[in-house]
């Protein structure tokens, strides 16, 4: 037998499977240290880790000064990705996004210059305040990991993560962000105010020094590598799959959805509930696990019928009527 397949099977069969356990323990140290810079908010730490585990993209809508710029700096400097920040005006240009050749007259020949997007971890900061032409500048990055200039192409850094963030009151200078570039997030998360407990201790952390000056990287990129790769292996169940199809389905014959989910919501809500479970630390997939991103993961990808919109029907309501009315595998209905 020829000595290079024999090396290759050997190698099959002794690659370690993912050690749910060990990898678990890095993911808390992640939680642990991004916490001592955020506080009190860890069921939005959970949902950013369980976008980025799963090779996703987070919207943040929030009004000013609730962290979500914080946040997702301290989560690159905790995972050691390269980080940048693209503040999003009308005159910020698309190539400043994918980047552009520039013609180099000593060597006569064009040299490509590398955008924003050549980062792991990009925030998007008031991404709804850029042109419509800009924010389509991330369609492909976002969707293949990848950009083309002038006809080549270049693939972005991996991994690589978009984090955008948008303030829901401010309207006046705003380009509202198309359904298929909605789409492209796998969530959409809100940060919400402190408590007044919680924001004593955010001004008592913040007394002479920054704490996000104080937190140290934890994992490595290659080490997230790994732990995506690891996350997409988690077991799911015939009948969870069949369970995410009805909820997604349910969206589009709901009577004041205008626009339902898309396929690729399914495979959105697919790989986060395989990351939130890994979180959890279970190498398998729960109905629980489902429901628990279902409205973050769906909410932004609908459009409600006018008669909906005059009555106050949130998406979160509609979605939470289809959680309690679609049958539970294993359980039946919710109560």
């Known amino acids: ?12 069969v002794t690659s370690p499977a993912f050690d749910v356990k060990e990898n678990h323990a890095k993911v808390q140290a992640v939680m642990t240290e991004i916490e001592k810079v955020i506080v009190g908010k860890r069921s939005e730490i959970v949902l950013l880790l369980t976008a980025m585990l799963s090779g996703s993209h987070v919207l943040i809508e929030d ?7 914080t ?5 690159a400097k905790v995972t050691g990705l390269d980080f940048k920040r693209a503040q999003f005006t009308p005159d910020i240009m698309a190539s400043d996004i994918t980047g552009f050749n520039i013609y180099n007259r000593r060597t ?16 998007a900061d008031e991404i709804n305040r850029a042109s419509p032409k800009t924010q389509s500048a991330l369609l492909e990055a976002m969707e293949e990991s990848k950009v083309t200039v002038d006809g080549v192409t270049y693939a972005v850094p991996d991994p690589f993560t978009v984090i955008a963030t948008q303030n829901p009151t401010g309207y006046v200078g705003t380009y509202p962000l198309p359904e298929a570039q909605l789409d492209r997030f796998a969530l959409k ?29 934890v994992i490595t990129r290659d080490e997230l590598r790994e732990l995506r790769a690891g996350v997409a292996t ?12 009805m ?38 997939v729960l109905p629980d696990d489902i429901a628990a991103v279902f409205r973050p993961a769906i909410g932004h990808r609908l459009m409600l019928r006018q008669d909906a919109k005059l009555k106050g029907t949130s998406p979160d309501e509609i979605l939470g009527e289809i ?7 294993y359980k039946g209905k919710r109560k």
């Open 234 to 245: 988690i077991n799911i169940d015939e009948e969870l799959y069949r369970y995410i199809v």
């Open 1 to 12: 037998m020829n000595s290079e397949k024999v090396t290759e099977m050997t190698a099959e």
């Open 189 to 217: 998360i809100r940060m919400g105010y402190p408590s007044p407990e919680e924001e004593l201790n955010i001004l008592l952390a913040r007394r002479g020094k920054n704490p996000l000056d104080e937190v140290n990287a």
């Open 247 to 284: 909820l997604i389905g349910a969206t589009r014959r709901h009577p004041l959805l205008s626009l339902g989910a898309s396929p690729r919501a399914s495979v959105a809500l697919m790989r986060l509930a395989q990351a939130y479970a890994f979180i959890r630390g279970r190498d398998y």
């Open 71 to 75: 946040l997702a700096a301290t989560l």
């Open 108 to 123: 006569e020949e064009f040299e490509f210059r590398q955008g924003l997007v050549m980062c792991n971890l990009l925030l």
């Open 63 to 69: 009004v000013p000064g609730t962290g979500k710029t």
């Open 323 to 329: 959680l309690r009315t679609t049958p539970v595998p």
